[in-house]
T-cell receptor, first 116, second 114 residues
Framework: DGGITQSPKYLFRKEGQNVTLSCEQN?????MYWYRQDPGQGLRLIYY???????QKGDIAEGYSVSREKKESFPLTVTSAQKNPTAFYLC???????????????FGPGTRLTVL | AQKVTQAQTEISVVEKEDVTLDCVYE???????LFWYKQPPSGELVFLIR??????QNEISGRYSWNFQKSTSSFNFTITASQVVDSAVYFC???????????FGKGTRLHILP
């Protein structure tokens, strides 16, 4: 089955530790995205990547880093510089063929990160 | 600036009632795309519908219908004869031709009471 996997579903970390969230897709999509969701805030874009080895900052990139070494994978690192990292993190991908902005995003199940 | 506003933070209705979720968008682009997503308690967003700015036809899919009106910059979503399984957070979103980002509204949490 094609789709997006995120692991783990729940993640606990101590304050001051870096943590990496996994996102893998087998949809053969070029574009991948990371969003953060807080209660009442909707989805806010952290980083996105339209092609391997390239990525752009979204609206709230400070305190986060990403890499895109493979088409299938787009891991997100939450660094100790992120002031309030406790949130629900969603990964998404999107097909780039045709008019890419016409295409819907496919989402993973999310990772709920709690920093103690 | 581009923006999506979902003014209804939370709605509760009794099962079998009809309910409309409002979405108002802002963009100066002439070509854009509008989306609705559903987020059930499991957390994963599920795509419901897409509309492009040149197609103002309303759409019906089973109990779901969408009303797109460019004159009022609105893309409202109606659920007819609501069911408990419709309980979720619903997001309206906007995408422009010039970049790959999607702008989401803050969502409307819908409670369908048995």
């Amino acid at each position: 089955d094609g789709g997006i996997t995120q692991s783990p579903k729940y993640l606990f970390r101590k304050e001051g530790q870096n943590v990496t969230l996994s996102c893998e897709q087998n949809l053969n999509h070029d574009a991948m995205y990371w969003y953060r969701q807080d209660p009442g805030q909707g989805l806010r874009l952290i980083y996105y990547s339209q092609i391997v080895n390239d990525f752009q900052k979204g609206d709230i990139a400070e305190g986060y880093s990403v890499s895109r070494e493979k088409k299938e994978s787009f891991p997100l690192t939450v660094t100790s510089a992120q002031k309030n990292p406790t949130a629900f993190y969603l990964c998404a991908s999107r097909e780039q063929t045709g008019v890419s902005s016409y295409n819907e995003q496919f989402f993973g199940p999310g990772t709920r990160l709690t920093v103690l | 600036a581009q923006k999506v506003t979902q003014a209804q933070t939370e709605i509760s209705v009794v099962e079998k009632e009809d309910v409309t979720l409002d979405c108002v968008y802002e963009t100066r682009d002439t070509t854009y795309y509008l989306f609705w997503y559903k987020q059930p308690p499991s957390g994963e967003l599920v795509f419901l519908i897409r509309r492009n700015s040149f197609d103002e036809q309303n759409e019906i899919s089973g109990r779901y219908s969408w009303n797109f009106q460019k004159s009022t910059s609105s893309f409202n979503f109606t659920i007819t004869a609501s069911q408990v399984v419709d309980s979720a957070v619903y997001f309206c979103a906007l995408s422009m031709n010039r970049d790959d980002k999607i702008i989401f509204g803050k969502g409307t949490r819908l409670h369908i009471l048995p």
